[in-house]
Structures are given as C-alpha cells and as structure tokens.
C-alpha cells in the first residue's frame, strides 16, 4: 500500500504553497483520478468522517469538488439513500470503525453504490487492509484502495494545524503520563505531521527541544520529554514513508524544529497590534467567519451578513501582518482614491437634478462594480473603525505600552502596581494577561503570597489565579535553566541588569508604536538559519551527513546535504512577497500573485511546529522571516489560539471538569 507518485509535470517549476498542494492532491489526485473507463463522464458521490471533512474543506470550496464530478456529498456515519447507479469516493481515516462502514455500504447483494474508490488520509494498519481483502463481495466492487497520506488543516499560505484544541490539557496537564488520551493524541499528532511531508515529498532534519536533564541544568519533568517523545513519533512515520512512497527523498531536504508553548508564554497573552490579530482578539468572530450588519434593502431594520476574512478577499490578504495603524490609514487612501477615480462614485456624490441622461447611463454601467469594490472597502472601514474605537474605550494605548516596556525591561513592579491602583475600570482580561506578562519577567514576584496580593489588588478572581499557577506548571523547569543557555531565560540576575524576557532590537527600523514586541521563535529561527541553536538544548534525531559532491542531475542536487548555516538553494519559488499598496479596493496584492524572479531559488524550508497552540504574532514572523532569510518558514501547532482561547486551555492545565465547549475554537 503506498501513495501514487505526486506529478508536478504539468505546472514544471510553479511554487505551490499547502493549500494549493493540498487542493491539487484531493482534487487531481484523488477525485480526478477516477475518471477512468467507464467512470469517465459519471457523476459520484463523495462520503467523508468528520475529520477528512475539515481536512477537504479547509482547502477546497464546495465548487470545486462540483467541478470534477461530485453530485453529492455524505456523512460517512449518517443514514444514507442508496444510490446503486452511482460510483462512490470514500476519503476517510484508516480507522476499524470506518471500514467496518465502508464494507457494511459495500457488501451484500446490492450494494449502496456501483463501485467504490477508497482513499485513506494517512496510513492503514494491515490487519485493515486484510479485512477488506477478505471481504469476496466487496472485493470485486473496489475501483481503488489507496492512500493519501493528506491529514492536516491548512490554515495559511504559511501555516498548518493538526486539529489537536485539547493538546495542553493531553500533552503538558496534570496526572497525564502513560494516559491512553496522551498516547492518542501525541500518536494522531504526529500522523498528521508527517503527512505534511508525504503531501510535499520532503525529508526533514527533525529537530527537538531537549528535556532538561540532558544539559544537566535540572531534573527532567514528564513535560519536559513531550517534545523529544513527538520528535521520535514523526521520524518513525518518516521512515516508513522512505520505503513505501515513490520517489520520497532518502536525505534530508528541509529542517523541522519542534517545541512547545513553554518556549514563549507571553506571545499567547501579549496584545498584537496587527490586522489579523485584532480582528481575531477584539471582534466577535467564530474563525475566520464576522456577521456585520447592512443597510437593509427594503428600508427596516439592518440586516446581518456573515462573510468570510480569508484569502479571496485580496484588501484583507493586504492588511492581514499590517499595524492596526497602518491598516487604517492605508483604508482611508484606499476609499479616497476609489471616490476619486469610479465613475459611479463620482456621480453618486452629484445631485440627481444635475445628471443628465449620459451621466444616468455611465452610472447605471458601473453600479455592479461599484457596488462590489465598494461593499468590500466598507467592510474593512467598518472593522478597522470598531477596533479603533474599542482602542480607545479600552485605553489600550497606555496598557500595549506597560506590557513592551515590562518584556523589554523598561518598567517593573512599581508601574504594574501603578496601572493596576489607577485603571480600576480596565477588563478583568487585560488586568489578567498583563500580570501573566509580569509573572514571566518577574517568576519571583508571585512567590509565596505575593501573587495573591496582586491579583487582590487587581480584583480579580481565584480562578485567574489558577491561570497564573498554571504558568509555572506549564513551564516545568525551564526558570531555573541557566542563564548561559542562549539567552531564553525568563529571569535576569542582578538590579541593575534589567529583568527582560527579550532583547532590544535596536537594529530593526520599525515604523509603528508597539510593534517593537517579537516572539521568541524570531530569535530561534534565525539562530536555526545561522546553524547556531545551542545543541546541547535542540538535538537531531537524523544528523545530517557530511556535505556530498554536487550532482549534475537537478533532483539529485536539491536532496544532497549541506551545513545548516549555509541552506542549500532550491528551484522553488517563494510563498510570500512583500504587500503593495494598491488604489482600489480589489486590486491589491495576494500572497503569490507578485511573487517575481527575485524570490526564485529559495534555500530550504524550515518548518516550526509548536506543541500546545500557536499565535498570531508567531504566523507574521514566519511571513517576515521568509523575506528576511530567503528561505519559506512554516508555521505548525495542534491550533491557532487567540487569548481568551490560550487562557481557557491554561485553566484546563489543573481542572479536570472544566470543557471547551463554551469558547470559539
């Protein structure tokens, strides 16, 4: 059982970031692929669980499976209609359950379907592949058994999860070693994480944080060991893919480093003052999905509109890393050049009496367009208004400036004890997140009962404290690593040394107030690049070997190794360029559409995956990055946490009764 060879010949040399490679998989690979012989010019229906369901709609539209054949789309575990002149694709999880399913649709005298074309999302274990063979009524019925290997949720151009919201609680919670809910998440995790690589034909030098012990600094925790026990996992599922999946490289072609959230506890809590991470922290919003209301169109009452922010909208694929400042301004150019130069606009502006017929008649021809661009523009003027206006009632100026100059070492306990005297109306969550900020810089302030006496003066409750607490239970021993360990230490010794959890940049021009902030992993992928991450923190489980003589063939040549201070070049292009500001509202630039020769011949990738979610702040440095170093960095994590999120799963660290349920994932 294997994966077809992945064919790239019809688009030679076209970069293509996850979502695009995913696409093409589900929809060439898979559905197309089944239109053969006399299933040529057949409609299908298409049964999926609840997990390939997420993984085909998190990178295809429902047009788009119309488009090669699809009539029908089912629930694999809802009662369905037979349809016995119809084929079926099934793209389900390698799982007895589901194959119990499939072969319950498909035996008998009449089946449910004609024939059935079975796609696995990742791997299926023998005895599963023997039971279906086993099966002599099904058997004959079978147009295709393969496997995908596709199991992971592309959230960005950038960016993937592995749908895992509970990992802190599984992975890094109380009394969870040895649990059968760890095995199976750490297991599905790391599945799903090796099917990235499949889906892209990649061999990583898959490195890991190290448990403390193995620097001597202090007694390893069962926490410690999560990231080196995931390390072990996704190299054991690479190495079968060495010999089961054609032409996969047998060297190392890109770099995997993972970690988890204990590297950095302020990036989750921190206020990010950009578009993206606005709209996400301060707007009511169920993913990427805002309801904003419209002028109704019968004069009553506003109508609500659910729209989605995501990549087809190309003014938020412009604003998306952009300063909240910055997004705004650049609206307002956006919304006076578009007045300026559409026509409709223009006339729409002039008093009826004075259009005459002409004028009408132009008018009426660019009302669809107007409409369009105009509907799109509104939309971003009325976001960016609301979380202008949620700025200013919230005074998160001054609160944005105390949190960087406390990770900066600026200020200390007498301004947060200021703040917290004077600011009695900001929100029990702003209150919370900065003493989380204040507890990272400063672990000592919160020892004994001198935790309890702030959070009293901040009014807040013994379950925020519980949150606070749970820092240090997710943080585990890495307070007391020492200082000489690269820089990543929470404490500073010394008065007179500023206590800081990050290091001035003094180097980096930055335009806007409070941008100055930048996660850890910033400092972590670039000592990656340089071939300077400390080895006795970051092991390797497969060392690459010494540098080869370079091949004159071209595949040969990407795969052979090089130091990893000098990334060997590829043939890919970028993912990303840099954002042009354009004069309407539809023509600005997308992630890849202005993609030029500049950013041809990349070095390798570098895939960062964090255990226990991953921040917004953290998907824009990988975007910043992969300018900065020419080399594509993506971001992976179990999920995509805005704050309130992060501060749930923090309370679950220590509550066993406390559910998910009442937040938006």
């Known amino acids: 059982m294997s994966m077809s060879d992945f064919d790239f010949s019809s688009n030679a040399g076209e970069y293509k ?76 999880q390698p799982s007895k359950e589901n194959v119990v399913m499939f072969l319950s649709d498909m035996s008998g005298r009449v089946p449910l379907y004609k024939k059935a074309f079975v796609f696995f999302s990742s791997p299926i274990p023998k005895d599963l592949v023997n039971h279906i063979k086993s099966d002599t009524s099904v058997l004959p019925r079978i147009g295709a058994l393969r496997e995908m290997n596709l199991e992971y949720f592309p959230i960005d151009s950038q960016a993937f999860i592995t749908d895992h919201e509970r990992a802190l609680e599984e992975l890094l919670g109380e009394n969870v070693e040895n649990t059968r809910k760890f095995d199976n998440c750490l297991n599905t995790m790391a599945t799903r994480i090796s099917t990235i690589f499949a889906s892209l034909k990649e061999l990583p030098l898959v490195r890991y944080r190290a448990a403390k012990t193995l620097d001597g600094s202090a007694v390893a925790t069962f926490r410690d060991l999560v990231p080196t026990k995931l390390a072990a996992a996704v190299w054991n599922s690479l190495e079968k893919y060495k010999s089961t999946i054609p032409n996969f490289p ?13 590297i950095d506890q302020i990036a989750p809590v921190i206020h990010e003052w950009t578009y993206d991470a606005m709209c996400h922290d301060f707007l009511d919003m169920d993913g990427n999905k805002y309801v904003h209301e419209i002028p109704s169109k019968t004069g009553g009452e506003p109508e609500k509109k659910e729209v989605l922010l995501e990549d087809h909208d190309p003014v938020w694929l412009e604003l998306l890393h952009v300063h909240i400042a910055d997004a705004s301004e650049r609206l307002h150019d956006k919304m006076t050049n578009f007045v300026s130069k559409n026509k409709a606009a223009q006339l729409h502006q002039r008093d009826s009496n004075e259009l005459s017929t002409r004028d009408l008649q132009k008018m009426v021809q660019a009302l669809p367009q107007y409409s369009e661009q105009m509907e799109k523009l509104s939309l971003h003027v009325e976001i960016a208004g609301k979380i202008n206006r949620t700025i200013r009632e919230m005074g998160l100026r001054d609160l944005g400036q105390l949190e960087q100059d406390l990770v900066f070492g600026d200020v200390g306990a007498k301004e947060v004890i200021n703040f917290l005297r004077t600011k009695q109306d900001a929100t029990s969550e702003n209150k919370l997140r900065l003493l989380m900020i204040y507890a990272s810089v400063y672990p000592e302030k919160f020892e004994g009962d001198k935790g309890l006496k702030l959070m009293q003066l901040a009014r807040l409750s013994p379950e925020d404290m519980k949150v606070v607490n749970n820092m240090r239970l997710l943080e585990g021993s890495s307070a007391t690593k020492k200082k000489s360990s690269g820089g990543f230490s929470l404490k500073f010794d010394g008065q007179k040394v500023k206590n800081a959890a990050r290091k001035d940049r003094t180097t980096e021009e930055e335009t806007w107030q409070l941008s100055r902030f930048y996660p850890m992993i910033e400092e972590l992928i670039e000592k990656l690049n340089k071939g300077e991450l400390p080895k006795n923190e970051y092991l390797c489980m497969n060392e690459p070997s010494p540098p080869v003589p370079r091949s004159t063939d071209g595949a040969s040549a990407r795969t052979s190794q090089a130091p990893a201070s000098q990334p060997v ?31 041809k011949n990349m070095g390798q990738r570098i895939f960062v995956f964090i255990i226990g979610g991953a921040t917004r702040s953290e998907l824009r440095v990988c975007h910043k990055l992969t300018a900065k170093l020419r080399r594509e960095v993506v971001l992976g994590s179990s999920s995509i946490d805005d704050p309130p999120q992060f501060i749930t799963k923090l309370k679950m660290l220590s509550e066993k009764d406390i559910s998910l349920d009442g937040i938006r994932i």
């Open 17 to 92: 970031n996850f979502r695009q490679i995913s696409r093409d998989r589900l929809l060439h690979e898979m559905l197309r692929s089944t239109k053969t012989g006399d299933s040529k010019s057949t409609w299908k229906v298409l049964i999926m669980d609840k997990v390939t369901t997420k993984v085909m709609s998190s990178s295809c539209k429902m047009a788009d499976i119309t488009d090669e054949g699809i009539s029908l789309v089912e629930d694999l575990y809802r009662r369905r209609q037979p349809l016995p002149s119809l084929d079926a694709i099934y793209f389900i």
């Open 250 to 262: 047998q060297t190392g072609t890109c770099e995997l480093l993972i970690l988890d959230r204990s």
């Open 569 to 599: 070049k590829s043939r890919r292009t970028a993912t990303w360029a840099r954002s042009r500001v354009s004069d309407d509202g539809c023509s600005s630039d997308s992630v890849l559409k202005n993609v030029s020769v500049d950013f």
